[in-house]
């Protein structure tokens, strides 16, 4: 299985982006990647690295896509960057399953969909991280931010391919799709959530629990967040921001002998739970909707996501997952037109 | 100075609630209190705590809005309730200066606007609890769920009048109004967004620092936080959905000798943690907008957050907050008009 990964997108490209793609040629044998990028600097990284393997092909990619580019223009002006390069070949390369890049997300995101195009019947690709929850499970929140504005029908995609994503990928028999809303009673939400909330009851081929809070939204009781792109990004980054600031509060207090050396007990304690609630440890987030896999990492990533996000998109190619949303969508059209 | 206190709202009314109201006035001699409910419960709870106070008043209030009941329709079937008595006798008499309640939100929120009404120039008051930051401050987060539907002008309203509560009651110089968005660049938003953020920039009363996202809300580096209420709610209980896990994960991760040992030692760290988090703790969320002091108490408080509630209504009172925010928005309706 070959997978695509974009060198030069991210906070630590190449040289972390780079590492992490070797740490998963280590991790898994049945996996050869296609690095995208300038040919030098990755001969030159892989060299400093001690890897010469023949599972690593080298596609020379020159420019290279930022944060400040416009994503739309930089499909145009930037041709030759590592991103375009890699999505090109990802469409055009039937050997090629999944890419996996940690530049800017509105680039990876535009290019997909210009590139790759839509799977049949979904208008509005989503991003879908996945969280841990307190439980021990995951719980996928589905649209983090791709789509600022939604409509309700857009909302019932993002339940449809989140579902089959829950289902096929992490064996989860009838995930629980729930809207993120203001209260849990039926009548909450906004003009938007109302309308989504009908339509999501009428559709057959998921299992529609209801609304819920953000509160709720590591607590192991869903298996899908269903919500509009603004929201999701609200609550996924008021989540990582209240962990930022709890972890910046605890460290504050510690002081004294007494605190220090408590602090110094709890080390495995808190080195467990930061690697519990940091979901970036566990890979990116799935853009779902797109014709392949694409694995968006967060721009911070290092080594060790790159290589999480690499064994991800294995992952969903192992379980088909692109064919199933497929199914699911196509299943789910059939049924509104009868 | 007269504050009320429906003492028939909340999950632990009424003994929790009179237990917090006669804490208040043993913390602060200048005040007094009307207490609203049942004048039999109401007289036994005083008795049980000892307290036959002078500056307590009883006024008989039978009903009970719950939960359960539609806010709009309670405000008519429900006349003889504690909030509906509390809101009429708030609104009526010089002498009292606002209103504490952990009740029914919807029916505190559209209670207050059809009682009290609304300050001239505000088309929608908004909720707007204070949460504490990482640097030792407070930051408002202005509307969390009043509005779920807000237009952009409503935005520019909660940027008005959170500015001046910040200003006068928290004693800040130029508070530093933010537009909570899916990412800092300017032009990063939805459609609501965009909008408020153009009509936000052009207003010169307010110190428009441009858009945040949410894992900011709690980094010191922001005053005031302007939502439409949908997002606010989906960020303010969030970021709480995120502290309960955490602790919830760290409680489980506490295994063996060592890690008690540890957390044993870190208890008082604990617990400076879990108080400078929980919000609840410094007291409600006031209701801004309409002409008297609302502070809407958590619907879990206890006697300490009532009777912090009903400190917040005397700080209020004291530094003439609605005053200021009538003048506030006066001083930007002329603004607009000339």
């Given amino acids: 299985m070959k997978i695509v990964v974009d060198a030069f997108g991210g906070d630590y490209a190449p040289s972390e982006i780079i590492k992490g793609a070797v740490m998963a040629l280590n991790c898994e044998k049945d996996i050869s990647l296609v690095i995208c990028g300038k040919h030098d600097v990755i001969k030159q990284e892989l060299e400093k690295l001690g890897c010469d393997s023949e599972r690593i092909e080298i596609i020379d990619a020159q420019q290279v896509v930022t944060n400040d580019d416009i994503p739309t223009e930089a499909l145009k002006s930037k041709k030759d960057s590592s991103l375009i390069v ?18 800017s997300t509105g680039a990876v995101l535009a290019g997909s969909i210009f590139i790759l195009g839509r799977i049949k019947g979904i208008s509005r690709p989503a991003l879908a991280p996945i969280l841990p929850t307190v439980t021990g499970g995951e719980v996928l929140l589905i649209d983090c931010g791709a789509n600022v504005d939604s409509k309700p029908a857009c909302l019932v995609d993002f339940a449809i391919m989140g579902s089959a994503f829950m289902k096929y990928v992490y064996k989860i ?23 989504a909330f009908k339509l999501l009851k009428q559709t057959s081929g998921i299992n529609f629990v209801g609304n819920m809070e953000a509160r709720d939204c590591l607590s192991g009781d869903y298996d899908v967040l269903v919500t509009d792109g603004f929201a999701g990004n609200v609550a996924l980054k008021a ?6 600031s709890i972890f910046s509060v605890l460290k504050k207090q510690i002081k004294g002998f007494k605190a220090k050396l408590g602090a110094l007990l709890m080390k495995n304690v808190f080195r467990g739970l930061k690697k ?21 990492s967060h721009g911070s990533s290092k080594a060790k ?33 009868n």
């Avoid at 989540?239 to 930022?244: C, D, H, N, P, S």
């Avoid at 519990?276 to 968006?296: C, E, H, M, R, W």
């Avoid at 790159?306 to 049924?335: F, G, P, R, W």
């Fill in 173 to 195: 028999e009838n995930p629980r799709v729930a809207l993120l809303s203001n209260g849990v009673e039926d009548k909450k939400g906004n003009e938007l959530n109302k309308e």
């Fill in 276 to 296: 519990k609630i940091d979901y970036n440890q566990s890979g990116g987030a799935p853009f779902l909707g797109v014709n392949k896999i694409v694995v968006k």
């Fill in 239 to 244: 989540l990582e921001g209240m962990a930022i």
């Fill in 305 to 337: 996501s790159i290589c999480a996000s690499i064994l991800q998109v294995m992952q969903m190619q192992k379980t088909a997952v692109i064919d199933n949303i497929k199914a699911s969508v196509a299943e789910n059209e059939v049924e509104i037109n």
């Fill in 86 to 103: 890699a999505l090109n070949a990802l469409k055009k390369r039937d050997d090629l399953v999944g890419l996996v890049s940690a530049g």
